[in-house]
């Protein structure tokens, strides 16, 4: 779909008004208003307004928060098509950009594998705004592009993406070249001997990667860098801790989203050019219970040394994240902060409508974290982090182990991972948030592209 900015209302058959007040609409050549009742609208939030030469949807922000006016535009999108033009009277930035997330998100489909996909596809094409700077317009798209992105690598089957491909469409992605990006393929994973990334890798047949994704810019206000790091577990059966099917494997093609989401808002970041020094490390690989895989009983040593007694092999999350969190100390990093659909513990605690954070880094960045989170409407909800969870994770032949006790799996995960910074850390669950198995207004069904767009907000203002 096409954004751009113009100077006025032109000659688009749909077009949106977003008013302050009621006195913003008096410009308008109306010969009717009619208020808009489809689909649950309130009278008093949009109403339909009929001129000689438009159909236009008078959308009342000024009582609408944000999401309000994101599910607006989500509704509206069901109505229109090919071109629609926004004027904006009155309407913060914040708030155009709201509805803009609403309605191009709301456009996202994923037809890849329909053999009648153009009879499918949706009919919006082009959206106009006027009053606004072309360069406001390009931030907001670049954002939604990058979080549409990140619904398609979870939505693709293993089938097409598997590790390496994973590694690859990262590359392809790539515009700003200032953004740097290695891949580490097996061989050099092993030289690292990254246990935990390697155990799960073994009952694959297919290698794992490791990709390092690094914006530093000229002019980056930070000195040492934020690292992001990624749950790639492109595909999990559990390995030989086998999930059942239903509302289960089935769905785990979505078991990398930590992965889409960190590398998706390194995308944003760089075509931005925020003046952040940002690292990502994204581990990836599937489990599968093949011929030589890692086994319950089994004792991995990890990248910093640590022995881990694996008592569940559908635990691997966090063995792989592990590696990665302590390769991170050789960046220095001011924070740590990782991304996983990691525990059915964290769904079960506060299901799909926010994730879990938790960790031990100042409580500035989680201050920032909840505000970016209330006003991308990607919230989070800090957990306790107390160190009594720990004892769970005693092993009694190895340093510890990799599952907790039968409660506060989402906190006992996080505590283990905690053991692998030696920076200040903040754990982040998208179990619930990242992957719905039913229609939610602009977040679609299957993958939302949960994180992006809280991660851009929080590096933007940390």
Same mark, same amino acid.
Request: hydrophobic share 40%; glycine share 6%.
């Given at each position: 779909?096409?954004?751009?900015?113009?100077?006025?209302?032109?000659?688009?058959?749909?077009?949106?008004?977003?008013?302050?007040?009621?006195?913003?609409?008096?410009?308008?050549?109306?010969?009717?208003?009619?208020?808009?009742?489809?689909?649950?609208?309130?009278?008093?939030?949009?109403?339909?307004?009929?001129?000689?030469?438009?159909?236009?949807?008078?959308?009342?922000?000024?009582?609408?928060?944000?999401?309000?006016?994101?599910?607006?535009?989500?509704?509206?999108?069901?109505?229109?098509?090919?071109?629609?033009?926004?004027?904006?009277?009155?309407?913060?930035?914040?708030?155009?950009? &709201?509805?803009?997330?609403?309605?191009?998100?709301?456009?996202?489909?994923?037809?890849?594998?329909?053999? /009648?996909?153009?009879?499918?596809?949706?009919?919006?094409?082009?959206?106009?705004?006027?009053?606004?700077?072309?360069?406001?317009?390009?931030?907001?798209?670049?954002?939604?592009?990058?979080?549409?992105?990140?619904?398609?690598?979870?939505?693709e089957p293993v089938?097409?993406?598997d590790a390496p491909?994973?590694?690859?469409?990262?590359?392809?992605?790539?515009?700003?070249?200032?953004?740097?990006?290695?891949?580490?393929?097996?061989?050099?994973?092993?030289?690292?001997?990254?246990?935990?990334?390697?155990?799960?890798?073994?009952?694959?047949? *297919?290698?794992?990667?490791?990709?390092?994704?690094?914006?530093?810019?000229?002019?980056?206000?930070?000195?040492?860098?934020?690292?992001?790091?990624?749950?790639?577990?492109?595909? /999990?059966?559990?390995?030989?801790?086998?999930?059942?099917?239903?509302?289960?494997?089935?769905?785990?093609?979505?078991?990398?989203?930590?992965?889409?989401?960190? &590398?998706?808002?390194?995308?944003?970041?760089?075509?931005?050019?925020?003046?952040?020094?940002?690292?990502?490390?994204?581990? &990836?690989?599937?489990?599968?219970?093949?011929?030589?895989?890692?086994?319950?009983?089994?004792?991995?040593?990890?990248?910093?040394?640590?022995?881990?007694?694996?008592?569940?092999?559908?635990?691997?999350?966090?063995? *792989?994240?592990?590696?990665?969190?302590?390769?991170?100390?050789?960046?220095?990093?001011?924070?740590?902060? /990782?991304? &996983?659909?990691?525990?059915?513990?964290?769904?079960?605690?506060?299901?799909?409508?926010?994730?879990?954070?938790?960790?031990?880094? /100042?409580?500035?960045?989680?201050?920032?974290?909840?505000?970016?989170?209330?006003?991308?409407?990607?919230?989070?909800?800090?957990?306790?982090?107390?160190?009594?969870?720990?004892?769970?994770?005693?092993?009694?032949?190895?340093?510890?182990?990799?599952?907790?006790?039968?409660?506060?799996?989402?906190?006992?995960?996080?505590?283990?991972?905690?053991?692998?910074?030696?920076?200040?850390?903040?754990?982040?669950?998208?179990?619930?948030?990242?992957?719905?198995?039913a229609p939610e207004?602009?977040?679609?069904?299957?993958?939302?592209?949960?994180?992006?767009?809280?991660?851009?907000?929080?590096?933007?203002?940390?």
């Amino acid at each position: 779909m096409k954004i751009k900015a113009q100077k006025s209302i032109k000659n688009a058959k749909n077009v949106i008004v977003l008013a302050e007040k009621k006195s913003d609409i008096k410009f308008l050549p109306c010969e009717k208003v009619i208020p808009f009742m489809k689909k649950g609208f309130d009278k008093e939030d949009v109403q339909f307004v009929k001129t000689p030469k438009h159909y236009m949807y008078v959308v009342n922000v000024k009582k609408m928060d944000l999401e309000q006016i994101r599910k607006a535009a989500h509704k509206i999108h069901t109505e229109v098509k090919n071109e629609v033009e926004i004027a904006v009277h009155g309407a913060s930035d914040d708030k155009l950009q &709201a509805f803009i997330e609403g309605i191009y998100l709301s456009d996202y489909q994923f037809l890849k594998y329909f053999s /009648d996909k153009d009879k499918k596809k949706n009919k919006l094409t082009t959206i106009k705004v006027a009053g606004i700077l072309q360069e406001k317009i390009n931030e907001f798209k670049s954002v939604i592009e990058s979080t549409l992105w990140a619904r398609t690598l979870v939505n693709e089957p293993v089938s097409y993406l598997d590790a390496p491909r994973l590694a690859m469409e990262i590359q392809k992605k790539r515009v700003n070249d200032g953004l740097k990006i290695k891949v580490l393929h097996k061989k050099e994973i092993e030289e690292l001997r990254m246990g935990g990334l390697l155990a799960v890798n073994k009952g694959s047949e *297919i290698p794992p990667t490791f990709t390092i994704m690094e914006w530093k810019p000229k002019n980056a206000k930070n000195k040492k860098p934020i690292v992001l790091v990624g749950k790639g577990v492109v595909y /999990d059966t559990g390995g030989l801790s086998l999930k059942p099917t239903p509302h289960s494997m089935d769905l785990m093609k979505s078991d990398m989203g930590g992965a889409a989401m960190m &590398a998706a808002t390194m995308d944003a970041v760089s075509k931005n050019n925020l003046p952040v020094y940002v690292i990502a490390l994204i581990p &990836a690989t599937d489990n599968r219970p093949g011929k030589t895989a890692y086994a319950p009983g089994d004792v991995i040593e990890m990248f910093d040394g640590t022995t881990v007694e694996v008592l569940n092999t559908d635990a691997e999350g966090r063995m *792989i994240l592990a590696d990665a969190i302590a390769y991170a100390d050789k960046y220095k990093p001011e924070v740590i902060i /990782d991304a &996983a659909t990691l525990t059915g513990a964290a769904v079960r605690a506060i299901g799909t409508k926010a994730a879990i954070v938790m960790g031990n880094a /100042d409580k500035k960045y989680f201050k920032q974290l909840e505000k970016s989170g209330c006003k991308t409407h990607e919230r989070v909800v800090k957990f306790p982090f107390w160190d009594e969870w720990k004892d769970e994770l005693k092993s009694d032949i190895a340093d510890m182990k990799n599952l907790g006790g039968g409660n506060a799996g989402m906190i006992t995960a996080g505590k283990f991972l905690e053991h692998f910074a030696k920076q200040p850390y903040i754990h982040i669950d998208i179990a619930g948030p990242a992957f719905l198995e039913a229609p939610e207004d602009y977040k679609g069904k299957g993958a939302t592209g949960f994180g992006v767009r809280l991660m851009y907000d929080f590096l933007k203002n940390i």
